[in-house]
């Protein structure tokens, strides 16, 4: 009867302090060899899926929404991919920083909005314009995590666009 008044009161027979949520909470997080395994394996099923919705853009009829559905499968599955790293809580609250909360909302607006265009509304040419406002938005978050590579991107296009200008 102790026993299970025990494990009913959260301590389990062990006398550590531990209550049954920090205990359950420990028991299931991943190990790094676990996380790292999920990340390169959501990342090659994401980079997997991108190319092969590229090479589905040469098939008649349907290669475009297959190119689009795949692309952004793949987007999700490599965006996924780091939440394995540092877990999904932290990898939420890092995309709603300052500084990645513009891009995050652009990025899932774009995805959300691919898959509308096509399927709902029909209209191919939108359901492009916004793959490739999503290969952006994906970039320049991806580029945010990188110290000093928004402002190196962000100095190279005014570089580039003054000597368009020029010209």
């Known amino acids: 009867m102790d026993k299970l008044r025990a494990t009913l009161g959260g301590r389990d027979g062990q006398s550590d302090g531990r209550n049954i949520i920090e205990a359950a ?5 991943l190990g790094w060899g676990t996380r790292v395994k999920g990340f390169i394996a959501c990342m090659v099923i994401g980079v997997g899926c991108t190319v092969l919705g590229v090479c589905c853009l040469f098939i008649p009829k349907l ?11 793949g987007n999700v599955c490599s965006l996924a991919s780091t939440m394995f790293l540092m877990g999904p809580l932290k990898q939420l609250k890092r995309m709603c920083d300052k500084t990645r ?53 962000l100095k190279f296009l005014s570089m580039m666009c003054r000597f368009c200008i020029k010209e």
């Open 63 to 73: 290669g475009l929404i297959l190119f689009i559905v795949f692309y952004t499968f």
């Open 101 to 153: 909360f513009f891009a995050t909302a652009v990025m899932i607006t774009c995805l959300v909005l691919t898959i509308c265009a096509v399927f709902w509304w029909k209209i191919f040419v939108l359901a492009l314009v916004f793959v490739i406002l999503q290969s952006i938005a994906f970039a320049w978050y991806g580029l945010s995590y990188i110290p000093f590579a928004r402002d190196a991107v």
């Open 25 to 29: 909470n420990e028991a299931s997080t």
